[in-house]
Nanobody, 125 residues
Framework: QVQLVESGGGLVQAGGSLRLPCAASGRTFSNYAVGWFRQAPGKERDFVAAINWSGGSTAYADSVKGRFTISRDNAKNTVYLQMNSLKPEDTAVYYC??????????????????WGQGTQVTVSS
């Protein structure tokens, strides 16, 4: 198993930036692909971005493509979500999740094995 902790959330004005780290402990982090999802109140969790075990493959939701960047530093057991040009519609709780099928960049919530507790991102207009 792997334990995940997201941080870096907060309040930011539209057009601003945040970087969310997802720090892992437990099994070797490089054994997992990692995805980011987000959930606004009353809505389903939506896929945001994913990165495979090596960082060589990434995937993004169309809504964040060109604005968000996912990266990983396996030596630090950390995956990052860099969020630029934030919009009020980006407001949500952001979750990172680990996928033991490490070669893929999966987009479905049920395809992930372990989840962090979430961190709140609020974008004001």
């Amino acid at each position: 198993q792997v334990q995940l902790v997201e941080s870096g959330g907060g309040l930011v004005q539209a057009g601003g930036s945040l970087r969310l780290p997802c720090a892992a402990s437990g099994r070797t982090f490089s054994n997992y692909a990692v995805g980011w999802f987000r959930q606004a109140p009353g809505k389903e969790r939506d896929f945001v971005a994913a990165i495979n075990w090596s960082g060589g493959s990434t995937a993004y939701a169309d809504s964040v493509k060109g604005r968000f960047t996912i990266s990983r530093d396996n030596a630090k057991n950390t995956v990052y979500l860099q969020m630029n040009s934030l919009k009020p519609e980006d407001t949500a709780v952001y979750y990172c999740a680990a996928d033991a099928s490490r070669y893929y960049t999966r987009r479905r919530e049920y395809e992930y094995d372990y989840w962090g507790q979430g961190t709140q991102v609020t974008v004001s207009s």
